[in-house]
């Protein structure tokens, strides 16, 4: 062994003395050769601004949006790269003792969206279309559950009136963004601390009567919009990040799609569910059986709604009484990009049937997250489809809905997989034995029907 990796060092060695001397230019007589200088070639490095400007605009939108929650951002959520957006990144990378690359890890971008969600669902953000003027904007549910409509416009308030919001219209003659900022300034007690006045937006900010005020406006033709927030200064820790999502999330004037809003619950709604034990235990897409009168199981009858988990959308059904059930095998392995997603369509695509059907999707992941989408989305009625890698194990379950941040429109998918080690540990935590060993998801699928008033 000694004498083999002699031999080796010896052939390296003579290899380099070669290279060296083929290098080096031959002498001439009489002539001293000048030295040969070379200068080493450095890979460019890559900026945390180039990381960025490679992602999709969705997850830049995302980011941007979830640091301005958890207080690090504060500026406009445009997807758009910035130093002010790469800084933000490192204060969140110091605040939760990380290096400060300017560039998230797969495990900090998880840690950021953990924490702004959890901001999110402490205030309840959600987004609304108002009903008054079709504006769309996002709202804190949790902190103005009071609301009221006229033909001018909308409020939303807390009990104490601590804080209000108001999204006012009105009529008005050749408007221009700089005379309706001016009359906005000239409110009694009003003291502007920062204002922007751009040719198709304004927005003022300040303090009137001890209360801190936001106010974003808008017009088109002779339509003026404006967005006013008001609160007391007691609540700014809270609010601070509420405003700038509500800034970013402010359409006046939405146009197609965006006009509409998503659209309102079917009375019935299908979905698949997967057979997880022979007891009776289903699980499926929460959303699919969200606000029902009753849910029936086609085939075996009214289903009970047993638990549910608004963070994966993840909701457990039982059936009694069911006999030769085959529950599924859920595994816990990663999911590979390439599924078949095993499910039931809607009737009205089936001409009125109720065949299990399979369909092709690839599972990427968003950004550098945990989250995988799934692409092209599947028809409806598959919300709750067993996803079936190349190997024929069960890798997720899937769902069909929008991912949404609090920024402005983005182009966000439409389907989401739950992976295999969560769809188990859900049906586990919450009393299902889940020990189906069948690898067939045909055999175990049923439709899911979903009955609202």
């Known amino acids: 062994m000694r004498s083999m990796l002699s031999a080796t060092l010896m052939i390296v060695a003579a290899s380099a003395a070669h290279a060296q001397v083929q290098a080096t230019p031959p002498a001439v007589q009489g002539i001293k050769p000048k030295p040969v200088t070379t200068t080493p070639i450095r890979p460019a490095l ?7 400007n490679a992602m999709a605009q969705a997850e830049r939108l995302g980011i941007q949006s979830d640091l301005a929650w958890t207080g690090q951002y504060n500026g406009a959520i445009t997807g758009e790269v910035s130093d002010r957006m790469v800084n933000a990144i490192k204060t969140f990378q110091k605040d939760n003792g990380a290096k400060q690359t300017g560039v998230l890890n797969p495990q900090e971008r998880d840690l950021l969206r953990a924490a702004a969600k959890k901001l999110q669902d402490n205030v309840g953000w959600k987004m609304v279309t108002d009903m008054v003027t079709g ?11 009071q609301q009221a409509s006229d033909a001018n416009g909308s409020k939303w308030s807390s009990s104490t009136g601590t804080i209000q919001i108001t999204l006012a219209r009105r009529k008005e003659d050749a408007p221009s963004t700089a005379k309706l900022a001016e009359a906005e300034r000239k409110e009694p007690g009003r003291k502007i601390d920062y204002q922007v006045v751009k040719p ?6 300040g303090l009137q009567n001890q209360k801190k005020f936001y106010i974003r406006g808008q017009f088109k033709d002779s339509e003026v919009r404006i967005l006013s927030i008001f609160y007391d200064q007691a609540t700014e820790g809270t609010m601070e990040p509420v405003v700038i999502a509500m800034s970013s999330a402010f359409n006046a004037f939405p146009i197609g799609a965006q006009a509409m809003g ?8 299908y979905a698949s569910g997967i057979v997880v034990s022979d007891d009776g235990a ?3 897409d929460r959303q699919a059986v969200d606000g029902c009168m009753s849910i029936v199981v086609a085939g075996y009858g009214n289903a009970d709604k047993l638990a549910e988990d608004k963070a994966h959308d993840l909701a457990l059904l039982r059936i009694y009484g069911a006999r030769e059930l085959k529950p599924l095998s859920l595994g816990t392995r ?5 599924l078949d997603l095993i499910g039931i369509a809607d009737p009205q695509s089936q001409g009125g049937g109720a065949a299990i059907t399979s369909v092709k999707a690839v599972a990427a992941p968003v950004g550098t997250g945990s989250e995988l989408a799934l692409s092209p989305a599947p028809g409806l009625g598959f919300a709750g489809a067993a996803a079936i890698d190349s190997d024929g194990k069960f890798a997720g379950l899937a769902q069909l809905k929008p991912l949404l941040v609090a920024g402005p429109p983005n182009a966000a998918p439409q389907a989401a997989l739950v992976p295999a ?12 034995s889940a020990t189906g060993t069948s690898a067939d998801a045909k055999a175990a699928m049923v439709r899911v029907i979903c ?3």
């Open 46 to 52: 890559q900026t945390p601004a180039d990381t960025a």
């Open 135 to 145: 504006a769309r904007l996002g709202i804190p549910g949790k902190l103005v559950p």
């Open 200 to 205: 198709d937006f304004f927005v003022l900010s």
């Open 262 to 269: 998503p659209p309102p619950r079917k009375k019935v709604e």
């Open 282 to 284: 289903i699980v499926t």
């Open 334 to 338: 990663a999911a590979k990009p390439n």
């Open 421 to 432: 080690d969560l769809v188990r540990n859900f049906v586990r935590a919450n009393g299902a």
């Open 451 to 453: 009955v609202r008033k």
